[in-house]
């Protein structure tokens, strides 16, 4: 949910969660609304926090308690501090409302159907994207040394993601080589194979659709028990993160570059046909797509999805 303001000629728009009357009890007290502004701008844990604000520890673990049970912070990160370990938290939106009315029809803007939604359900929830996409680094690293050029092609997966979204809380692309632990606990977009990136290397063996590192990384499909060959090859998973159950990850990926332009190729002009799940266990969402080059130029056009 989104409110949106209007001054001066320019429009302005903040991401929203709408709460009830109980959740709005531990929003009476002044060192409440003080741990959350703060935490609006960083997330934090309560002994730092009480240093900032200069008050007893408890206090805040007090308050923190009650923000966290009515569901307006959450944490999203353990570190140890200090040899302790501690909890970091963070809003769960950066601004609540309560509503005394119901909603009003009026023009539909940037609402998903319903099969798309469920698709793409948590890397947009609410017209936001909540998600981290990570592309292969174009310089030489991980095992082999490789150079990644399927970064190209988040740029494509942006351009197509952005039609469903109406906020962008923040810079969401990663290369392989600067992520970190903790961002691979939250929704992921992965873009290419293991070869040029290294995460998408670490979840390989948790995939239903894995790339045989043993076999020249062809494409094996543990749903059909099929193996694929060919460079223009590419596959497209939805799966829960194996680094946070909790979370979810999309892998968007080739055997090689072509076939990485195929599966983009697969979200940009057949869209639908990724809803339907795999066509041998439609509970599993996991496609293998081929490339094919209709106009003879060297250039993966057209795609034709196999499982």
Do not use: C
Not at 30 to 40: D, P, S
Not at 235 to 249: A, E, L, R
Not at 270 to 285: C, S
């Amino acid at each position: 949910m989104f409110v949106v303001k209007k001054s001066k000629g320019e429009v302005s728009s903040i991401s929203t969660k709408e709460i009830d009357l109980k959740q709005i009890k531990p929003l009476g007290s002044e060192l409440a609304h003080k741990i959350l502004h703060l935490l609006a701008k960083n997330p934090s844990y309560p002994m730092d926090l009480a240093k900032q604000l200069k008050v007893n520890e408890q206090k805040v673990y007090y308050h923190i308690r009650n923000l966290e049970r009515s569901r307006l912070i959450e944490v999203i990160k353990t570190e140890t501090v200090q040899g302790a370990v501690a909890n970091f938290y963070a809003l769960v939106e950066p601004s609540f409302v309560v509503r005394f009315q119901d909603f009003e029809t009026t023009t539909k803007m940037g609402v998903i159907e319903e099969q798309p939604k469920k698709f793409l359900d948590p890397f947009i929830e609410n017209g936001k994207l909540n998600s981290l996409i990570i592309v292969g680094s174009p310089d030489p690293h991980g095992p082999e040394k490789a150079r990644s050029r399927d970064g190209y092609y988040g740029i494509d997966l942006g351009l197509f993601l952005g039609t469903f979204l109406n906020y962008i809380p923040s810079l969401n692309v990663k290369l392989d080589t600067e992520t970190r632990e903790e961002d691979l606990k939250q929704n992921l977009i992965l873009i290419g194979g293991p070869v040029v990136n290294t995460i998408t290397g670490k979840i390989n063996s948790k995939l239903p659709i894995k790339f045989d590192k043993d076999n020249n990384w062809n494409i094996v499909s543990s749903i059909s028990k099929k193996t694929y060959h060919s460079d223009e090859m590419g596959v497209i998973v939805k799966m829960k993160n194996p680094f946070n159950s909790k979370k979810s990850i999309l892998l968007v990926a080739g055997k090689r570059y072509s076939g990485t332009r195929a599966v983009m190729i697969a979200f940009l002009k057949h869209f639908k046909e990724i809803f339907a799940g795999n066509k041998y266990n439609n509970k599993i969402l996991a496609k293998v797509v081929e490339g094919i080059d209709l106009d003879s130029d060297g250039q993966v056009d057209e795609i034709e999805i196999l499982e």
